[in-house]
């Protein structure tokens, strides 16, 4: 290991010996740097200041069930980097949250919007509050609450949140109402909201989207071709939902999506008439897959990730380390030869290792699931102009995008002596546009 970055890893395990998820993450942008640093020892330097958070919020959030019981949660907001934008990163409500998936989540936006091309910074936010069982009126009272401290730190120009696990549209509206109401202000201070008061088309579908557009690019760089795949999916939010959705336009053949419980397998693809059912499923009803169970062509595995069935496309969605050594094993015994993460982090070190001894084509998540931010970036534009582009003008422009991401990380791999690698090359794209607009603003 370069002295450069074990100088960095040495302070973020110095400073946050208890966060792990953090340490990962910077672990892996800073390993696949050392070229930078080699070359160029100011980068070093750079790096050193952007690991540490700009500023980090931590509040409680008090509620009330219905049954009249009182309630407190911790509420979180890293505002990690504005070296090229306002803050721009979403909120999680999972009870998984702590500082340490915060700030991984935070430090990983940094890059992931500089590799848009969009002028937004890196942040990330949320709650251990767990949306899953809880009453419409539980979850509104939850993110009246919890707006009721974040609004002081946000603002079109300061900090724009967005959604993420657990926060979808209904809790995007609670927190914009309430945060409307403190304010009195109509502005567009976070995205992913409704179409008919300040949303924008294809924002739902963004991420997921994105994810097949980039997966095509990369594909198409390496002579393959995405029409007649068999694809293996993970998770069943907002982001597996259009992500199979946008397979099927493209011929693709999906074969799988799982939640906490379990996974669904359909051995013929899973169809249109499928997929919406489980979108009335997770969306409507809030109900688990394991209520597939049963339906003609769909075997339920309860309890397991579907990274054991033999396939050509793996696409994990749900949420960070779900696919580690052995995953990766049985992925790459079965057949798969390209990998795109729609969530973030979900491949720890060792498997990603793996994926690249393999020559398994592989799209690092900060660069194949930035289609989400980047049309929350088209939103703010859209909220600044007080004017909405057509469905057709933002699919366009997410197109667009996310085949600018995928050259972007190409060219830099390649610079660096690492072609075919693209998490090296989104790391170093991503990274060189921050780290010099901190040279340009003079900050070091």
Same mark, same amino acid.
């Given at each position: 290991m370069a002295q450069y970055t074990k100088k960095i890893l040495k302070i973020v395990k110095q400073r946050d010996p208890d966060q792990n998820e953090f340490y990962q993450a910077v672990e892996e942008v800073v390993k696949t740097l050392e070229p930078v640093f080699e070359k160029n020892p100011y980068y070093a330097k750079v790096m050193e200041r952007i690991i540490e958070p700009e500023r980090l919020l931590q509040f409680r959030v008090p509620w009330v069930d219905d049954n009249g019981?009182? !309630? $407190? #949660?911790?509420?979180?907001?890293?505002? =990690? #980097?504005?070296? $090229?934008?306002?803050?721009?990163?979403?909120?999680? =409500? !999972?009870?998984?949250?702590?500082?340490?998936? $915060?700030?991984?989540?935070?430090?990983?936006?940094?890059?992931?919007?500089?590799?848009?091309?969009?002028?937004?910074?890196?942040?990330?936010?949320? /709650?251990?509050?767990?949306?899953?069982?809880?009453?419409?009126?539980?979850?509104?009272?939850?993110?009246?609450?919890?707006?009721?401290?974040?609004?002081? !730190?946000?603002?079109?120009? &300061?900090?724009?949140?967005?959604?993420?696990?657990?926060?979808?549209?209904?809790?995007?509206g609670y927190m914009y109402g309430m945060y409307k109401k403190i304010t009195a202000q109509f502005e567009g201070v976070l995205t992913g909201k409704g179409r008919n008061w300040g949303g924008s088309l294809i924002r739902p579908e963004a991420t997921g989207y994105g994810?097949?557009?980039?997966?095509?690019?990369?594909?198409? %760089? #390496?002579?393959?071709?995405?029409?007649?795949? &068999?694809?293996?999916? /993970?998770?069943?939010?907002?982001?597996?939902?259009?992500?199979?959705?946008?397979?099927?336009?493209?011929?693709?053949?999906?074969?799988?999506m799982s939640d906490s419980q379990g996974t669904i397998y359909v051995e013929q693809g899973i169809d249109k008439e499928l997929l919406k059912e489980i979108f009335e499923l997770k969306n409507v009803k809030r109900g688990r897959l394991s209520e597939l169970k049963g339906r003609k062509g769909v075997e339920y595995l309860k309890g397991r990730k579907p990274w054991h069935i033999p396939a050509d496309i793996a696409l994990p969605c749900a949420t960070q380390n779900e696919i580690r050594v052995h995953n990766a094993e049985l992925?790459?015994? #079965?057949?798969?030869?390209?990998?795109?993460?729609? %969530?973030?982090?979900?491949?720890?070190?060792?498997?990603?290792?793996?994926?690249?001894?393999?020559?398994?084509?592989?799209?690092? *998540?900060?660069? %194949?699931?930035?289609?989400?931010? *980047?049309?929350?970036?088209?939103?703010?534009?859209?909220? /600044?102009?007080?004017?909405?582009?057509?469905?057709?003008?933002?699919?366009?422009?997410?197109?667009?995008?996310?085949?600018?991401?995928? $050259?972007?990380?190409?060219?830099?791999a390649k610079e660096y002596g690492m072609p075919g690698n693209y998490m090296a090359g989104a790391n170093i794209a991503g990274f060189l546009k921050v780290a010099d607009s901190y040279k340009d603003q003079g900050m070091l």
């Open positions: 019981m009182k !309630h $407190i #949660n911790r509420g979180f907001r890293v505002q =990690f #980097n504005s070296a $090229i934008g306002p803050y721009k990163g979403g909120l999680r =409500f !999972h009870p998984t949250v702590n500082l340490s998936i $915060i700030k991984f989540l935070g430090y990983e936006q940094i890059f992931k919007n500089a590799l848009t091309t969009l002028p937004m910074g890196g942040g990330k936010g949320g /709650s251990d509050f767990d949306p899953k069982g809880k009453s419409n009126n539980e979850v509104m009272r939850f993110c009246k609450s919890f707006m009721t401290e974040l609004y002081r !730190h946000i603002g079109p120009n &300061r900090d724009v949140p967005a959604g993420d696990i657990g926060v979808g549209g209904r809790e995007i994810l097949v557009y980039f997966l095509k690019n990369m594909l198409l %760089a #390496n002579n393959k071709q995405l029409t007649g795949q &068999r694809v293996l999916i /993970s998770g069943a939010g907002n982001v597996a939902q259009y992500c199979v959705e946008k397979l099927l336009m493209e011929g693709a053949i999906p074969l799988t992925l790459i015994k #079965n057949g798969i030869f390209a990998i795109a993460e729609g %969530a973030n982090m979900p491949t720890n070190p060792e498997a990603q290792a793996l994926y690249l001894k393999n020559g398994i084509l592989y799209g690092p *998540a900060k660069a %194949a699931n930035a289609g989400g931010v *980047a049309v929350s970036g088209l939103e703010m534009s859209q909220n /600044s102009q007080r004017f909405n582009w057509t469905r057709k003008q933002v699919d366009k422009k997410l197109k667009v995008i996310m085949k600018n991401i995928f $050259i972007a990380c190409d060219k830099a």
